[in-house]
């Protein structure tokens, strides 16, 4: 156990990792077990606040995997994490029952109410939890391994790499709007009842939501490390940074982008699956363009290639965007975040924690006296 | 995968073609080297040196003609990059191609010939025999104090020779050198020069090179290309004297 956390975490990753488990159940407990009122309480819409921002975080770190270690920028990773959301909200929607407003036992409203008599094949199972965690998986990875499979063995890279995903999750939005599509059109999925037996609304059920995004996190993070830290992660690096060496020392880059492109675009999806409890409702939405460059956005002011940058980023962002939003200067948002990306990209190119680990590794060399040894700092971006 | 054709040659080229966009960039070229030898492939300009390289290792597929390896057992131009790394052939490009943020030790450790798959290389310990292979290596491209260093902040010499220290770990049979000293001082060239040999005692080389010092330096038999074909081959001396090939070189 101490050799893994050597090896695989390193000393950071190691308190990063205790710190995100600590919170896992201090939010918790501060919620349910201090009574209103008294100064150690977390209200229980900050719980749910808090949760939200986790799951972007894992959508984050999912993007980092494969932009920051393989110079795989994705404009469409949202497409996953919706893709995972709705997976859980047609569980969610299975579970209403006759609690719905047509209150028939086998059909959500919508379907109701498109005077649909029976239940489309593909929503066949989503009532068992088992089957819809699955799927939750499954799809995006499927998805983005077909999309992989074309994609890399074509060699597309670069921009056009980035366009077509971006074209992927804006040819999603469209068809998840249409009501025949059979996703609720362009209300999607929402008045979510019970999720495993459990009222969603209830303060222990978003409790316990949040400590599952903290736990899906930690595990998100742990097989991230465990990629990069492996051979596997020296070869992503090597293909970010010089692709047709990597190709004329025998590796079949295609192979290696596909699996990790793959494995981000599953890890998207839980993230997808862990927001739509916490918030109530999937729709269409969630498909738009702008929320995959948001979340590069995130990864870009955490700083790239860094796995806990991302996540801080997501989270500092995020946090702004509450902050912003709700006041006055709302209608400054956009703006606002715009600025950042471009003051971010000027001023702070390495991102928050690029920046910091910079700053050490720099003071290390001073201190150990070593010759000129450039920073390992990543490419520039595609 | 055996050929009905029968040679004797390492590399074999026969009547190879290229053409980009109407340019011709090989034309019916052929050539042959033997096992073990060392061979010089010089010429202007726009000769077609870069894309026979290209058309050896996969990366172009030739229009029409031969490429075959390993005394006509393997078809080239049915294979791609990574099958033809795979089979033994290692290429240095000319600009000093190498992992910048990986440190030195790591570059080798990539080239290392092992299981490429990606289910090996997750799962992948390092071994001792592995270790020792890349201190032999290192000792050879006179690396050594430099294994734990960043190889992005190596001097342009020693970039290069990292390279041809990645090439020498991947085992080739052959190794297609593209000027290796552009850029090199004249100790660095030199010492080049005496890496290639040390490298031919137990492997097959093609370098494609434009400086005539250390060609001579080398003192292996030239081959000289112009627009896309062989117009001379022998040693340094004759080609030099051929007339054809002063002309080509001085426009005359």
């Given at each position: 156990m101490h050799a893994f956390a050597d090896r695989t975490l390193g000393r950071v990753g190691?308190?990063?990792?205790?710190?995100?488990?600590?919170?896992?159940?201090?939010?918790?407990?501060?919620?349910?077990?201090?009574?209103?009122?008294?100064?150690?309480?977390?209200?229980?819409?900050?719980?749910?606040?808090?949760?939200?921002?986790?799951?972007?975080?894992?959508?984050?770190?999912?993007?980092?995997?494969?932009?920051?270690?393989?110079?795989?920028?994705?404009?469409?990773?949202?497409?996953?994490?919706?893709?995972?959301?709705?997976?859980?909200?047609?569980?969610?929607?299975?579970?209403?029952?006759?609690?719905?407003?047509?209150?028939?036992?086998?059909?959500?409203?919508?379907?109701?109410?498109?005077?649909?008599?029976?239940?489309?094949?593909?929503?066949?199972?989503?009532?068992?939890?088992?089957?819809?965690?699955?799927?939750?998986?499954?799809?995006?990875?499927?998805?983005?391994?077909?999309?992989?499979?074309?994609?890399?063995?074509?060699?597309?890279?670069?921009?056009?790499?980035?366009?077509?995903?971006?074209?992927?999750?804006?040819?999603?939005?469209?068809?998840?709007?249409?009501?025949n599509f059979g996703f609720g059109g362009n209300n999607g999925l929402t008045d979510f009842k019970e999720i495993l037996g459990f009222n969603v609304q209830a303060a222990g059920t978003r409790a316990a939501l949040f400590a599952a995004s903290c736990l899906a996190l930690a595990v998100g993070f742990v097989i991230c490390r465990a990629i990069i830290t492996s051979k596997f992660g020296k070869v992503l690096i090597a293909i970010r940074d010089a692709e047709s060496r990597t190709r004329f020392l025998g590796y079949r880059v295609e192979s290696y982008k596909l699996f990790v492109f793959t494995v981000s675009a599953c890890m998207a999806g839980v993230a997808g699956a862990l927001y739509v409890p916490q918030v109530g409702i999937i729709n269409p939405s969630e498909f738009a363009p702008a929320n995959s460059i948001e979340a590069v956005i995130w990864v870009a002011v955490g700083g790239r290639g860094t796995l806990i940058g991302p996540i801080i980023g997501a989270l500092v962002v995020n946090y702004a965007k509450t902050t912003f939003t709700s006041g006055m200067l709302a209608p400054y948002w956009l703006f606002l975040l715009g600025g950042l990306f471009v003051a971010v990209t000027l001023l702070l190119p390495r991102g928050i924690v690029g920046t910091i680990q910079h700053f050490w590794s720099q003071r290390r060399q001073a201190r150990d006296g070593e010759g000129a040894v450039p920073e390992p700092s990543p490419a520039p971006a595609e | 995968m055996t050929h009905a054709h029968t040679t004797t040659a390492m590399l074999y080229l026969d009547g190879v073609s290229v053409s980009f966009d109407g340019f011709r960039a090989l034309n019916q070229l052929s050539l042959a080297i033997e096992p073990g030898e060392m061979r010089a492939i010089i010429g202007p300009n726009g000769a077609g040196k870069t894309t026979m390289m290209d058309v050896v290792t996969g990366k172009t597929r030739p229009d029409g003609g031969d490429v075959f390896f390993y005394g006509g057992d393997f078809d080239l131009t049915r294979l791609d990059e990574a099958e033809i790394a795979e089979l033994g052939i290692g290429r240095k490009f000319q600009k000093p191609t190498i992992f910048e943020m990986h440190t030195v030790e790591d570059n080798l450790l990539l080239a290392l010939r092992g299981d490429r798959r990606v289910r090996s290389s997750l799962f992948w310990r390092d071994t001792r025999a592995q270790a020792q292979r890349i201190d032999e290596i290192l000792e050879v491209i006179r690396l050594r104090s430099m294994r734990d260093r960043w190889a992005g902040g190596l001097s342009h010499g020693q970039k290069q020779w990292l390279e041809i220290g990645m090439l020498l770990a991947q085992e080739p049979k052959l190794l297609l050198v593209d000027e290796p000293v552009a850029g090199m001082t004249d100790a660095e060239t030199r010492q080049t020069a005496e890496l290639l040999k040390e490298i031919n005692r137990d492997r097959t080389v093609v370098v494609v090179e434009h400086d005539m010092t250390f060609v001579r330096d080398l003192g292996v038999k030239v081959t000289v290309l112009h627009e896309g074909s062989v117009i001379a081959e022998g040693s340094i001396d004759d080609v030099s004297a051929n007339e054809r090939v002063i002309e080509v070189y001085l426009g005359r």
């Open positions: 190691t308190v990063f990792l205790a710190s995100i488990l600590v919170v896992a159940v201090a939010v918790p407990v501060s919620n349910l077990l201090f009574p209103p009122g008294s100064p150690l309480h977390m209200p229980s819409y900050l719980v749910a606040l808090l949760g939200k921002y986790i799951c972007y975080a894992l959508l984050a770190l999912s993007i980092d995997l494969i932009w920051g270690y393989c110079g795989i920028l994705s404009l469409g990773h949202g497409a996953f994490f919706a893709l995972g959301g709705y997976a859980m909200g047609m569980y969610l929607m299975r579970q209403i029952g006759t609690r719905g407003v047509y209150a028939n036992p086998e059909l959500p409203d919508f379907m109701v109410f498109l005077n649909w008599s029976e239940l489309p094949v593909f929503w066949y199972g989503f009532q068992h939890f088992a089957y819809a965690a699955f799927m939750i998986v499954a799809v995006p990875g499927l998805l983005a391994f077909l999309f992989g499979w074309f994609a890399f063995r074509s060699r597309v890279t670069g921009v056009y790499l980035s366009i077509i995903t971006q074209a992927m999750t804006f040819a999603l939005m469209l068809g998840f709007f249409r009501n | -």
